[in-house]
């Protein structure tokens, strides 16, 4: 899962990107880059390293970016390790020059490595499926130039529908072509977000933003336009004109797991606030865990969240149970990614640091922790351990994501279904494994109706997946391209 950003009609557009990556930076903290175009003098800026948008870009590499034109990427790596020659936006030279970054993952990658190199003749030097998708859209170009077109709106998207007709996945893009304007395509059922922002200047155009989620908008002074449809291609020329073309006719199937976790509490996508949702998520997980206490014979003195994402919900759960809500992990902010302290001994105390109990609020009480999800069972598991350790009397645990059953080969990161907690395990055996008194999952058919859109990705909840993928070609493909290892876990 990443963040991406673009804009057009801006003066330093660039520039104006670096509080648009901030804004991003929870879907992605490996790496971050800014690629621009300059109208005037012709000329592509690309900027990208490894770490947080405020290590990549000091101010002196800011000011090199330069152009009305630019996109930006926030990378989490759900595929291998994290390699300088993988980091977003990229670039091909040939037609003109097209810069892009995506978020999500194509799912029938050997084909298209194949198509491009053995059909098409074009080499890739990455293991990025960005590359693949970069390599699509120009080959889709040329081959309308070759045919005799010029350059256009229609060509461009002509080209986009080659590309969605032949790459299956989730997928999200931004890009650019340069002389001519920006482009935004996604998948044909819209797995991964892409919103429309967009302001109106002083010759009474607009410029427009595209961003994975709405506060970037509001970072920029921006207003939210509408949604990018499931499988349309929307281009804005240099001279900021709008034009949308449809690529396909299929029902959207937004990843349900957006509401849950990845997205920041403060957008919306569908026209379904992410904070709302979490909210409604508390009040019926606090039905479901009312149910359970009676069944049960629970008694909870508090109701506490996992730190951040759990919050609303455990707010509303709390409200509604009439149980006080209190704050027993904190999270130190300060500590970021432990896995670049090599002492074995430091990294420990600096992962025993990302969480510190609240001693006081934790001796002697019955805890119900609400979590947004449970993925590898691990963190939840060390978290348990740990309000034990701080002598709390029960610890209960509910989940306002049902069992994670089954992996997702759409951008994030479990594409091993033996890595789930859940996986082929009943409640109990979860609970158990997990040290808990207590386990409470949100029923699927209340997430459903709780984030109230008719059509959703939960594949990973019930196996449904909206675009068929071999198990098994997917993980050889991966591990083949990767050489193993390296995988950053989410939500662990
Ligand atoms: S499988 Fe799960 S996490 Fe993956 S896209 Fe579908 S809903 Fe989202």
């Known amino acids: 899962m990443c963040g991406v950003v673009g804009l057009i009609g801006e003066d330093k557009a660039g520039e104006k990107l670096f509080p648009a990556l901030f804004a991003l930076q929870h879907r992605g903290q490996d790496a971050a880059g800014i690629l621009s175009f300059d109208f005037s003098r012709g000329e592509?800026?690309?900027?990208?390293?490894?770490?947080?948008?405020?290590?990549?870009?000091?101010?002196?590499?800011?000011?090199?970016?330069?152009?009305?034109?630019?996109?930006?990427?926030t990378r989490y790596s759900t595929i291998g390790t994290v390699d300088k020659a993988d980091l977003q936006p990229l670039i091909v030279s040939y037609p003109n020059g097209i810069g892009m970054a995506h978020n999500g993952n194509v799912t029938n990658y050997n084909e298209i490595v194949e198509y491009v190199r053995k059909r098409r003749s074009r080499w890739t030097f990455t293991r990025n499926d960005l590359e693949l998708l970069l390599h699509m859209m120009s080959i889709g170009v040329s081959d309308q130039l070759?045919?005799?077109?010029?350059?256009?709106?229609?060509?461009?998207?002509?080209?986009?529908?080659?590309?969605?007709?032949k790459v299956q996945g989730a997928y999200s893009v931004v890009g650019m072509m340069a002389d001519e304007g920006m482009f935004a395509f996604n998948d044909t059922q819209g797995i991964r977000p892409l919103l429309i922002g967009r302001k109106l200047d002083q010759n009474n155009k607009y410029s427009y933003c595209f961003a994975s989620e709405k506060q970037v908008f509001f970072a920029l002074g921006f207003e939210y336009f509408r949604d990018l449809k499931p499988g349309e291609f929307v281009f804005v020329d240099k001279d900021?004109?709008?034009?949308?073309?449809?690529?396909?006719?299929?029902?959207?199937?937004?990843?349900?797991?957006e509401w849950i976790y990845?997205?920041?509490?403060?957008?919306?996508?569908?026209?379904?606030?992410?904070?709302?949702?979490?909210?409604?998520?508390?009040e019926v997980l606090a039905n479901e865990t009312k149910r359970k206490m009676q069944e049960q014979g629970i008694q909870i003195d508090v109701v506490a969240p996992v730190p951040d994402t759990?919050?609303?919900?455990?707010?509303?759960?709390?409200?509604?149970?009439?149980?006080?809500?209190?704050?027993?992990?904190?999270?130190?902010?300060?500590?970021?990614?432990s896995f670049i302290v090599n002492e074995p001994a430091v990294r420990k105390a600096m992962v025993n640091l990302k969480l510190l109990p609240v001693e006081s609020e934790i001796r002697g009480k019955n805890i119900l922790l609400v979590d947004d999800?449970?993925?590898?069972?691990?963190?939840?598991?060390?978290?348990?351990q740990l309000l034990r350790e701080s002598g709390a009397n029960k610890v209960y645990l509910a989940s306002t994501c049902p069992p994670i059953r089954n992996p997702c080969f759409y951008g994030i990161d479990f594409p091993e279904g033996e890595a789930l907690v859940a996986?082929?395990?009943?409640?109990?055996?979860?609970a158990e494994l997990l040290g808990v008194d207590g386990l409470i999952y949100l029923p699927l058919s209340e997430l459903k109706s709780a984030i109230g859109i008719p059509s959703m990705?939960?594949?990973?909840?019930?196996?449904?997946?909206?675009?068929?993928?071999?198990?098994?070609?997917?993980?050889?493909?991966?591990?083949?391209?990767?050489?193993?290892?390296g995988k950053n876990e989410v939500n662990p």
Not at 373 to 384: F, P
């Open 373 to 384: 999800s449970i993925v590898r069972g691990t963190t939840s598991a060390r978290i348990i």
């Open 44 to 73: 592509f800026y690309l900027e990208k390293d490894l770490g947080l948008v405020s290590q990549v870009f000091p101010m002196d590499k800011l000011e090199k970016i330069k152009g009305s034109m630019a996109l930006g990427h």
């Open 240 to 257: 900021q004109n709008f034009h949308s073309f449809p690529l396909s006719e299929k029902q959207a199937r937004p990843c349900m797991f």
């Open 146 to 165: 070759e045919a005799g077109k010029t350059l256009s709106a229609e060509v461009m998207a002509k080209a986009a529908q080659q590309v969605v007709e």
């Open 262 to 282: 990845f997205a920041g509490a403060e957008t919306e996508w569908h026209g379904r606030p992410v904070y709302d949702v979490r909210l409604r998520l508390g």
């Open 457 to 485: 990705c939960s594949a990973c909840l019930d196996g449904d997946y909206p675009v068929s993928v071999s198990k098994a070609d997917f993980i050889n493909t991966r591990s083949h391209n990767i050489g193993g290892g």
């Open 423 to 430: 996986h082929q395990r009943s409640e109990d055996q979860v």
């Open 310 to 337: 759990a919050r609303a919900a455990a707010l509303r759960l709390a409200e509604v149970l009439k149980t006080p809500y209190r704050e027993v992990l904190i999270k130190n902010r300060y500590v970021q990614r």
